[in-house]
C-alpha cells in the first residue's frame, strides 16, 4: 500500500508551525529563494517605519520584488505572518539571572525592558491587542522569565501567573499613553479642561484642586515608575501574609 501523503496544515496549526519552527517543507517544486524569517524581517521594518496597517503581503512583496502569491508558499496568511513578525521583534528577554537576587529589582528590570520593547516597536501593542493569539518561543521566553522570577517566594503558580498580568498591564498602559500622547491635543485638553472648571469648580471640587496644584502637569519621572512600585509594593504585602 502507498504511503498516505501528509496532511497540509492549515489554520492556527500552521500557524504554530510556522512559529515554532515545524512547518513542512514544500513537496515539489523549484528550491525555494526566500524564508519565513526574512519575510517577517522585512515585514518588521514595515511596521516600524510606517504602522502595523501598512503590512500586507503585497507590500512586503515589493521588498523582495516578487508577486504577493510567492509569499504564500512561506506564510500561510497576514495573520500568521503578524504572529512571526511579533516573536521575532520581540527578541530574548532579559537575563534576570545576571541581577543581584531578589524577585522585586528581577521584576522591575523585566518591566522596564519591556517598555523599552513597546516603545522600539509599538505596532506590537496592536497586534496582540484583542484577540487570543498562538505565542511564540520567545513570547513564552519572556513569560517564563516573569514567572521564575518569583521562584521561591511563597506564591502559587496561579499568584504568581496573576502578577504576570499585573506587570504586563501596567506596562502596555504606560506604552499606550505613548502612543496617543500627542502635545498639541494635551495643551488644548488641559486649556479646556481648566476653563470648564472655572466655571464649574462647585461641581468637580477634588478635580479643580488637583489641577490647581499641578497634579496633570508633565513629569520628568518616568510614567513607569508609581504603578509599578504599587504593584510590587502589593505583591510584598502578599507575600508576607
Known amino acids: 500500500m502507498a504511503a ?3 496532511r497540509k496544515q492549515t489554520g492556527a496549526q500552521a500557524g504554530f ?23 517577517a524581517e522585512a515585514a518588521v521594518a514595515i511596521a516600524d517605519a510606517e504602522g502595523l496597517d501598512a503590512v500586507s503581503l503585497a507590500r512586503v512583496a515589493q521588498e523582495f520584488d516578487v508577486t504577493a502569491m510567492a509569499l504564500y508558499r512561506y506564510v500561510p496568511g497576514k495573520t500568521e505572518l503578524v504572529d512571526l513578525m511579533v ?3 520581540i527578541g530574548p528577554p532579559p537575563a534576570l539571572g545576571d541581577l543581584p537576587a531578589g524577585w522585586r529589582p528581577r521584576l522591575t528590570a523585566w518591566a522596564r525592558q ?15 491587542g484583542m484577540r487570543r493569539r498562538i505565542m511564540g518561543p520567545r513570547q513564552l521566553d519572556w513569560l517564563e522569565a ?5 521562584d521561591g517566594t511563597g506564591l502559587s503558580p496561579a499568584q504568581r501567573h496573576d502578577t504576570f498580568l499585573l506587570l504586563v498591564g501596567h506596562v502596555r498602559a504606560v506604552a ?13 485638553w488641559a486649556r479646556l479642561t481648566a476653563q470648564a472648571l472655572a466655571r464649574h469648580e462647585d461641581r468637580y ?17 518616568d510614567p513607569l515608575d508609581f504603578g509599578l512600585e504599587r504593584i510590587l509594593d502589593g505583591v510584598a504585602a502578599l507575600m508576607d501574609r
Not at 176 to 188: K, L
Open 176 to 188: 499606550q499613553q505613548d502612543v496617543d500622547h500627542d502635545a498639541a491635543e494635551s495643551e488644548e
Open 114 to 128: 519591556c517598555l523599552a520593547l513597546y516603545r522600539r516597536h509599538p505596532w506590537i501593542l496592536t497586534a496582540t
Open 146 to 150: 516573569a514567572l521564575a522570577a518569583l
Open 17 to 39: 508551525a510556522l512559529l515554532w519552527g515545524e512547518e513542512e517543507p514544500p513537496a515539489r517544486g523549484p528550491k525555494p529563494s526566500l524564508t519565513a524569517t526574512g519575510i
Open 4 to 6: 498516505r501523503k501528509p
Open 205 to 221: 471640587p477634588a478635580l479643580a484642586e488637583a489641577v490647581a496644584t499641578g497634579a496633570f502637569a508633565p513629569r520628568e519621572a
Open 87 to 89: 516573536d521575532l521583534a
